[in-house]
Structure formats: structure tokens, C-alpha cells
Nanobody
Framework: QVQLVESGGGWVQAGGSLRLSCVAS????????MGWFRQTPGKEREFVAA????????YYTNSVKGRFTISRDNAKNTAYLQMNSLYPEDTAVYSC?????????????????WGQGTQVTVSL
């Protein structure tokens, strides 16, 4: 079992930055690929970014490429999502997730454990 806790959300003006953190407890963090998803009311959960267990590969949805960076520190059991040049359409609840395998990292069903999420609000 892995427990995931996100932090770092909040309110920011358009063009600003936030860094989300996801701290894992339980089984060995470095065994898992990690992903970030976001969701707004009435919409499906959307893939944002993913990183393999050793950080060797990263993946992003097109709308955040060049603005967001996913990273991890296995010594600290923590994954990060650095978000720059934020737009109002980035407003959502952001959740981190852990995957036992690298299959399907771009889809919610590829993940085995989820955090509760943290709200990100971007205003004009």
C-alpha cells in the first residue's frame, strides 16, 4: 500500500508559477512510476505528466509542454510538478498517482494509488 499526499496548490495570477509536491509513504517509492492528473467539475480526469521510476523518461500532455516539469527525488519519496506560465484554463484539482508498471501512464487506469488532490486556481 502507498499513501500519497499532495501539497503546494493555491491561487496564482495568470503567468505565475506554482510547484506541487507529492509525498509518498508506505512501500518503496522508487518502485513506482508517478503521474499528475487534473480534474475540473463536470469534466473527466485529465492526464498532465508522468515520470518513470528512475526519472529516465517523462511524458506530458500537449497543453503543458514547455510550461510544466515533472521530477522526482527518490531519496525524499517525493514527486514534483513545477508549473510555470500558468493560464486560467490550468485551474483544476491536481492529483498525483503511483503506478506499479510503466504501461498506460497517460491514462488514469494505468495507476494503482491516488492522492486526495490539491486545488490550483489561476485568475486573470
Amino acid at each position: 500500500q502507498v499513501q500519497l499526499v499532495e501539497s503546494g496548490g493555491g491561487w496564482v495570477q495568470a503567468g505565475g508559477s506554482l510547484r506541487l509536491s507529492c509525498v509518498a509513504s508506505g512501500r518503496t517509492f522508487s518502485r513506482y512510476a508517478m503521474g499528475w492528473f487534473r480534474q475540473t467539475p463536470g469534466k473527466e480526469r485529465e492526464f498532465v505528466a508522468a515520470i518513470t521510476w528512475n526519472g529516465g523518461n517523462t511524458y506530458y500532455t500537449n497543453s503543458v509542454k514547455g510550461r510544466f516539469t515533472i521530477s522526482r527525488d527518490n531519496a525524499k519519496n517525493t514527486a514534483y510538478l513545477q508549473m510555470n506560465s500558468l493560464y486560467p484554463e490550468d485551474t483544476a484539482v491536481y492529483s498525483c498517482a503511483a503506478a506499479v508498471t510503466d504501461y498506460g501512464l497517460g491514462h488514469w487506469f494505468g495507476y494503482d494509488y491516488w492522492g486526495q488532490g490539491t486545488q490550483v486556481t489561476v485568475s486573470l
